[in-house]
């Protein structure tokens, strides 16, 4: 049945591995040229003390190679589309199931294989990819402190693995259930894109109850250690945590990246805001004004890429199940 | 000697429904081994339904299946006994005959490889052009050379030859006759069409509206019927001893098709053996309605 | 060895055709004893007819001792159909193409020949049974 496999796709396999390839040359290029930049910008400001404020004088990489590796997000997405998608629709859609099933061969055996074997090379290629751009993106990582940020987040570490079997899983099971490949492919960029989103956006800030620090607008807000993720800020006022006008429509101003609302601050300290961002600050403790971060600290990084993959190979797995089911159990 | 034969299909009862629709119902038919059955009927009669619960590809909503002394199931033992082609003959349109017989041979406990090559080469079709570009008549051979390359002992073949012209057509069912006279091998072919099956196939299966008609051996079924014909008058009489398949009526004359229940006595009727095709027409006839009414009441207005 | 021909539009069935151009060859001389018949197979290929067919067909022949099948060789003649040797046949083939030049010639056609061979064979039958 591997012989099959192989056959059937060997010819995507060598694209891919090309695509891969290429993608690899030139990440490896420009990552050393990167890594001797940042080391080269270390030594001299080193020599100079001026190390403190490196991140703001140095820009590593240029933005087209930037925006690529960041483009690196929507790899698991087109594997899912175009390994996972057509992997049994289009066996269906040419009737080739049938030629395999009248085989000395199970159904649940044929689905084994195929699927096995694309789950590993969606796990190949996210890994592959992804193991790139970390390696890639270690000295951005160690000058910009981003890589806990969504975005970057997202196309590092091990996360983009659990992407990958997910979307190709999610392929394989809108495929199966349609019996038709393009409407599998669209019900494969829809729930993908959705549950990323929403994963990500609402859900992963949640693995972990953050972290909050208050601090006064005397001083700037906290900057934690290493490469923390900001997750939100506000103000506590003396009758309690003041609501975030901005979220209503009201006009709002970033103190130090934490936003205050200003509709909801004393009138008195409102005037200032546009004089002197300091005298705004102190008008603000002068009235019992607190400001807080919540945050989640940069030592989680590695359980929150767990937890987040966790999930999609979880995901992976019941799209797998489902599949199964209908292979075997539904007529052919 | 042929009748003793161990039956490779027994049904019993057999019925399959999609939600609404009743695809066939309640059918009871035996195949014995070495026959090359005709599964005839009109488009829609479930003649697919039936080859596909055969093969384990559908499973029954009602009755009892038994293909090669078990019900058809996953099991590869099972498959390598049977051989399936559908009616889209599908084969991977982009892989060559000879990728084909490397699949085969990877998925197949028996595999007679050589078989498949000699057999295209002798048709002249060629092993290392993918199947994509072949015509229909030589996918269908390319199909049928790597089933029989299993060396099944059971073969259900679904309009096999419907898409081919008739040199390929002739081709097609001289070498499926060749693979039974090597011994072992029971087909099921289904066809709309019985004159390009009558001279191979030596067992029918009749199937109309979904019902199973009429099966047997073709010398039996012929032989239980005849064609009365005589000056119209009232067939209560013949009914209460034959089954009535079919009447015509004319002014003046009737024709009727009976299964034989005892000798004609009455003799006012004429009769006559019948053919394997006004047979099975007349069957269609009495359940398909208006779609064959035009074959049943020729000479109704004269 | 012999090639067998058959009509699907034939009333005749295929397995008495194959049986009637086995004793046509006997008789014209085409075949005979010790030749060894087509197999089951090769006829099939041939042909396209049911393998069950041919084997009736045989069975047919042998059953009237024309026929042997020896058991992985083959099925071979081993008798002739009673009549005339096959000499015989073809003297009276001759003569009767000669009759029939001549009924030609006197302005009979096809049918009114076959007509008048018919009658001339049922009396000859009716002059046997009375005999």
């Keep these: 049945m591997t012989w099959l496999v192989w056959r059937q796709h060997r010819n995507q396999t060598y694209l891919a591995a090309a695509a891969l390839a290429a993608f690899a040359v030139l990440v490896l290029i420009t990552g050393r040229q990167m890594a001797s930049q940042y080391h080269s910008a ?26 690529l590796v960041t483009l690196t997000v929507v790899v698991p997405c087109l594997l899912g589309v175009f390994w996972g998608g057509p992997l049994v629709a289009r066996e269906f859609e040419t009737g080739t199931s049938q030629f395999a099933w009248m085989q000395s061969i199970t159904r649940s055996r044929w689905l084994a294989v195929k699927v096995g074997w ?163 600050g102190s008008c603000l403790a002068a009235h019992g004004y607190r400001g807080f971060i919540t945050y989640q600290p940069a030592s989680r990084y590695w359980a929150f890429q767990g937890i987040e993959t966790g999930i999609f190979v979880l995901l992976a797995a019941a799209l797998i199940a489902v599949t199964a089911i209908a292979v075997t159990r539904r007529d052919a | 000697m042929a009748s003793s034969n161990p039956a490779v299909i027994q049904t ?84 060559s005959a000879e990728d084909h017989i490397g699949v085969g041979a990877h998925l197949n406990p028996r595999w007679d490889a050589a078989s498949v090559r000699q057999r295209l080469k002798g048709l002249n079709i060629p092993l290392d052009q993918t199947v994509g570009t072949l015509s229909g008549g030589q996918r269908a051979q390319v199909a049928l050379s790597l089933t029989l390359a299993k060396r099944p002992r059971l073969l259900l073949l679904d309009e096999p030859v419907a898409a081919l012209d008739p040199l390929a057509r002739r081709q097609f069912l001289a070498h499926l006759a060749e693979a039974v006279a090597g011994g072992g091998l029971t087909v099921v072919l289904s066809s709309h069409l019985l004159a390009d099956l009558e001279r191979v196939c030596d067992h029918l299966i009749l199937l109309a509206a979904s019902r199973v008609q009429l099966c047997g051996d073709i010398d039996t079924v012929l ?42 006595v009455d003799p006012a009727w004429e009769a006559a053996d019948v053919g394997l095709e006004e047979l099975v027409l007349g069957y269609m006839g009495q359940h398909a309605g208006p779609a064959f009414s035009h074959l049943t009441s020729v000479g109704e207005d004269q | 060895m012999i090639s067998f021909r058959l009509d699907g539009r034939s009333v005749v069935p295929p397995y008495l055709q194959i049986v009637q151009q086995v004793r046509q060859a006997l008789r014209m001389g085409v075949l005979d004893v010790g030749d060894k018949l087509p197999t089951v197979r090769e006829v099939v290929a041939a042909t396209a007819v049911n393998p069950n067919t041919v084997l009736k067909a045989y069975r047919d022949l042998e059953r009237d001792g024309l026929v042997e099948p020896r058991a992985g060789h083959g099925t071979f003649v081993v008798g002739r159909p009673s009549g005339p040797p096959p000499g015989t046949h073809s003297r009276l083939a001759r003569s009767l193409a000669q009759w029939v030049r001549g009924a030609r010639e006197a302005g009979l056609d096809d049918e009114s020949i076959e007509s008048l061979l018919r009658i001339t064979l049922q009396a000859a039958a009716d002059e046997e049974e009375t005999a």
């Excluded at chain 1, 030594?43 to 140095?58: K, V």
């Excluded at chain 2, 067939?235 to 079919?246: D, F, N």
């Design chain 1, 118 to 280: 694309a789950l590993l090379a969606a796990a190949a290629w996210g890994g592959a990819v992804s193991a790139l751009v970390t390696w890639w993106s270690s000295p951005v990582n160690a000058l910009n402190h981003q890589n806990f940020q969504p975005g970057q987040f997202d196309i590092q570490g091990i996360v983009p693995v659990g992407y990958a079997l997910f979307a190709v899983a999610l392929g394989i099971a809108a495929g199966t259930l349609l019996r038709r490949t393009l409407p599998a492919l669209a019900v494969t960029i829809g729930v993908f894109t959705f549950l990323r989103l929403v994963i990500g956006q609402d859900l992963r800030s949640h693995y972990l109850t953050a972290v909050t620090t208050p601090f006064s607008f005397l001083h700037a807000p906290p900057s934690p250690k290493g490469s923390y993720w900001l997750v939100s800020g506000g103000v506590v006022g003396p009758a309690g945590q003041v609501a975030n006008s901005h979220a209503h429509g009201g006009p709002g101003v970033s103190f130090g990246g934490v936003p205050v609302p200003i509709d909801n601050m004393p009138s008195a300290c409102r005037v200032l805001v546009f004089q002197s961002p300091l005298k705004f």
């Design chain 1, 42 to 67: 270390l030594t001299s400001c080193a020599a100079s003390h001026t190390c403190g404020n490196l991140a703001n004088t140095l820009i590593l990489g240029t933005p087209v190679l930037s925006l």
């Design chain 2, 12 to 95: 019993c009862g057999l019925s399959k429904r999609y939600r609404k629709v009743t695809a066939l119902s309640e059918a009871t038919l035996t195949v014995p081994q070495g026959r090359i059955s005709a599964l005839i009927g009109p488009n829609g009669a479930g003649k697919t339904t039936l080859l596909r619960l055969l093969a384990g590809l559908a499973r029954p909503t009602g009755g009892e299946v038994a293909v090669l002394g078990g019900a058809p199931r996953q099991d590869p033992a099972f498959l390598a006994e049977i051989g399936f082609v559908a009616q889209e003959i599908p084969l991977y349109r982009r892989l």
């Design chain 2, 223 to 264: 032989a239980e019927h005849q064609v009365l014909v005589g000056p119209r008058k009232d067939t209560t009489a013949i009914e209460k001893a034959h089954t009535l398949v079919q009447a015509t009526h004319t002014a003046r004359q009737s024709t009727l098709l009976i299964r034989v229940g005892g000798p004609v």
